[in-house]
């Protein structure tokens, strides 16, 4: 299996500010055709999670733009601006190139 | 809009069944399969598998073969997952979530199994 390797494994930040969360893969994401399906989800206190950015660098519907995901390969990053209160939680990232589909152990998000 | 409802929270024994369903609205049931996973407490996300809501054929994990059982209603737009002899590390919280065989588009709310004598 692939294993997703996210640090930091937890984050304070201010409100207001910006913040990096890094993922890397022990195998590289680049699917047959082409494709890298790396994603990215925030998981609130008590919900499911939610899908923030899918092939590595695609807001889903409704996502700010303040969050963004880049890389490639093996190593990934998805990076918040101007941090709200609402984006505190448990990010994890998540590939979908080979099966089965696995996740990272998370980067829990605070508020300082 | 999409949405998947997930039955309530179950307790169970050990040794007994539970059966979680998913109802699923605001698209077509057929044209994306259901995947299943779950989530101990305080832990990450493990996939356990998926059925493909057009013919039925279901794929397993590794670890969720056997006691894990995927099936439909496809009248009622309705994935189940059913685990039988239940154990303590199935205690978990299980989610469905659909709509891209290569990300998880739309999650279900999750439903809370514990499992306790």
Known sequence: DVVMTQTPVSLSVSLGGQVSI???SSQSLVHNNGNTYLSWYLQKPGQSPQLLIYKVSNRFSGISDRFSG?????????????VEPDDLGVYYCGQGTQYPPTFGGGTKLELK | QIQLVQSGPEVKKPGESVKISCKASGYTFTQAGMQWLKQAQGKSLKWMGWINTNTGKTTYAADFTGRFVFSLETSASTAYLQITNLKNEDMATYFCASLSPHWFAYWGQGTLVTVSS
């Open chain 1, 22 to 24: 890094s993922c890397r």
């Open chain 1, 70 to 82: 880049s890389g490639s390969g093996t190593d990934f990053t998805l990076k918040i601006s101007r």
